[in-house]
């Protein structure tokens, strides 16, 4: 909560938003520190990497390696298995998984997690595999990764549980879902009500941990049985966690059966549970899913047990939602800069300016955005699971403008991890709806096929260029409100010093920008990498060159006979058949 970070919850005399609504609290987007929010203004250029130092940090680049809809075929670990070469290639160095334990069926992506200790070995919720493929698949998977340098990181859900196996008796008060510390009933009268919070893993039995879950290990659940109401019930003797998101007044509960973290058993078998998961399988680290709905001081208690008794150079990402960049920047801070989060307003600052057509001013793109506050500790994105099109947290980015977001958070420097989406590479499987009961769907429902970003070709050789020219001193140009540009110089301990130049437009005319690439490339040739915009650059001896872009895009121009040039130029990766 901001309070608990330092922070004030609002703003002096700031007005509602249009979404806000009489008698609830604010969302999280709605909230607010009193300190002025930092604009792109602040970045500092030039950004200078020094030419004499001897040797220049490899660029790390993440991929989110699935998508929500992907069938359930049970292959998905073989998929990426076998696409590990060509990640390699691509220069990925971490590999963000989806949830691989088993959910409360073996077709679910995750989310809905049942049994933390089940990677796909026991015959459990209809199958021994996961949708995703089966244990030993999964650690052949990190294995490979480990050969090829890339970093798996793990999707862990340590918010909640689902698919209990059985009911218990509990008394509980129930709360107001719009508000959760207020209760509906008058001075917080109990109820009784059949809760299921009882989990024996019957498939698994005692193998690996002997801990059996039940109503005490909760302090919330959604789904009385009794009188078969949904709502949101508070167990008795339970409090919401203090130190958490104050959306809804308290966001503790988010979903199913709400962990109580503060239990001596919980603390004990899910620190257990990290210490047995870096046994089993070759990982580089975690994704923590959920974040802004337990106790902070939990989850800065298992970062401290896990960088001691795990990994110490484990790379641990958190998933905490709100488009407020000095709360994540407080929220790092308290986690002891050991953690790096997805930096939010950056993705709604791509959604609100290409929205805007030529209206947008691309000179705001990185206003407020994490990466000006916390820029080693951000993971960039454009797009994932939880935003794209029918999920809970949709922010639409118009098409033409995605190609010009991925430049901005692959090529820059000092802008975190960027973070490449499964589905802009291979293209998304969108699923009706309709043919989905229970998230028991079968593997052949597919229904509209979202072909992949700028068809499958453009984004391969963005990624391809952050791996050879995309370092070194960084010039930017963000002087149009309509064209902006920035230049990398290149540093001679990567790809023989070649660098890059990259100019973009959201207008429907025809732009060009003056850019300094450096002395050291006078004299040579630069075309357009994507190919979209014709002709040549000459850098004259003072290091500048004339760049161009078409209407509504995006243009990387490198020297014609770069390192690697010819094979980036030729690149293409091959689809992917379910």
């Known amino acids: 909560?901001?309070?608990?970070?330092?922070?004030?919850?609002?703003?002096?005399?700031?007005?509602?938003?249009?979404?806000?609504?009489?008698?609830?609290?604010?969302?999280?987007?709605?909230?607010?520190?009193?300190?002025?929010?930092?604009?792109?203004?602040?970045?500092?250029?030039?950004?200078?990497?020094?030419?004499?130092?001897?040797?220049?940090?490899?660029?790390?680049?993440?991929?989110?390696?699935?998508?929500?809809?992907?069938?359930?075929?049970?292959?998905?670990?073989?998929?990426?298995?076998?696409?590990?070469?060509t990640f390699s290639i691509m220069g990925f160095t971490s590999i963000w998984i989806p949830p691989a334990c088993k959910a409360t069926w073996h077709t679910g992506n995750g989310y809905d997690i049942y049994d933390l200790f089940d990677l796909g070995e026991f015959v459990q919720k209809g199958a021994r595999h996961t949708k995703w493929g089966t244990k030993e698949e999964l650690q052949l998977l990190t294995q490979t990764a480990h050969a090829h340098g890339i970093k798996i990181l793990f999707d862990a859900v340590l918010n909640h549980k689902a698919g209990a196996d059985f009911s218990e008796q509990a008394r509980g008060v129930r709360v107001d879902p719009q508000q959760r510390d207020k209760t509906l009933t008058e001075a917080g009268e109990m109820e009784d009500i059949e809760a299921w919070t009882g989990w024996s893993f019957p498939g698994r039995g005692t193998v690996y941990s002997p801990m059996k879950w039940n109503k005490e290990h909760f302090t919330g659940i959604d789904y009385d049985h009794r009188s078969r109401e949904n709502g949101v019930w508070r167990f008795e003797g339970k409090l919401w966690a203090a130190d958490v998101d104050e959306e809804l007044g308290n966001y503790d509960y988010l979903m199913f059966a709400d962990i109580d973290h503060k239990h001596p058993e919980v603390r004990r078998d899910i620190f257990y549970w990290t210490s047995w998961l870096s046994r089993q399988l070759?990982?580089?680290?975690?994704?923590?899913?959920?974040?802004?709905?337990?106790?902070?001081?939990?989850?800065?208690?298992?970062?401290?047990?896990?960088?001691?008794?795990?990994?110490?150079?484990?790379?641990?990402?958190?998933?905490?939602?709100?488009?407020?960049?000095?709360?994540?920047?407080?929220?790092?801070?308290?986690?002891?800069?050991?953690?790096?989060l997805f930096d939010v307003q950056l993705v709604s600052n791509f959604s609100k300016v290409s929205l805007m057509e030529g209206d947008g001013d691309l000179r705001t793109i990185f206003d407020d955005a994490l990466v000006v506050w916390k820029p080693s500790h951000a993971v960039t994105f454009v797009m994932n699971h939880d935003t794209q099109p029918g999920q809970s947290l949709e922010t639409p980015i118009a098409p033409f403008f995605v190609p010009l977001a991925y430049a901005l958070i692959l090529l820059r420097a000092n802008?975190?991890?960027?973070?490449?989406?499964?589905?802009?590479?291979?293209?998304?499987?969108?699923?009706?709806?309709?043919n989905v009961q229970n998230n028991k769907h079968t593997p052949d429902v597919h229904d509209t096929t979202i072909p992949p970003t700028s068809g499958g070709v453009i984004l391969p050789r963005m990624i391809l260029s952050r791996k050879y020219w995309a370092y070194g001193t960084q010039f930017d140009y963000f002087d149009d409100?309509?064209?902006?540009?920035?230049?990398?110089?290149?540093?001679?301990?990567?790809s023989r010093g070649d660098g890059l130049s990259v100019i973009m437009t959201n207008d429907w005319q025809f732009k060009t920008k003056k850019m300094f690439v450096?002395?050291?490339?006078?004299?040579?040739?630069?075309?357009?990498l994507l190919k979209w915009c014709p002709g040549q650059v000459i850098i004259n001896s003072d290091g500048w060159g004339e760049f161009s872009v078409c209407p509504r895009s995006v243009s990387i121009w490198v020297n014609r006979n770069a390192y690697q040039r010819s094979f980036v130029d030729t690149y293409s990766i091959e689809p992917v058949f379910y």
């Open 415 to 434: 802008t975190g991890i960027p973070c490449v989406f499964y589905a802009d590479l291979y293209g998304s499987m969108a699923r009706d709806s309709s």
């Open 481 to 494: 409100a309509k064209c902006v540009g920035f230049t990398r110089l290149g540093h001679l301990s990567r």
């Open 1 to 85: 909560m901001s309070q608990f970070l330092g922070l004030s919850s609002h703003r002096p005399n700031e007005t509602n938003s249009s979404s806000e609504q009489p008698g609830r609290p604010p969302l999280s987007h709605e909230l607010r520190p009193l300190r002025k929010r930092r604009l792109a203004t602040e970045i500092p250029s030039p950004w200078i990497y020094p030419d004499d130092a001897p040797f220049c940090p490899e660029n790390q680049t993440m991929l989110q390696g699935f998508e929500w809809y992907l069938p359930a075929d049970y292959q998905h670990w073989n998929r990426l298995t076998k696409m590990m070469p």
């Open 518 to 528: 450096g002395k050291a490339h006078a004299g040579e040739i630069w075309t357009d």
């Open 282 to 340: 070759k990982l580089g680290g975690l994704r923590v899913d959920a974040i802004k709905h337990y106790s902070f001081e939990f989850l800065r208690d298992l970062i401290t047990h896990v960088h001691t008794h795990v990994d110490p150079n484990w790379l641990i990402v958190g998933e905490y939602w709100r488009q407020d960049s000095e709360f994540l920047a407080r929220y790092i801070e308290f986690m002891g800069h050991r953690m790096s």
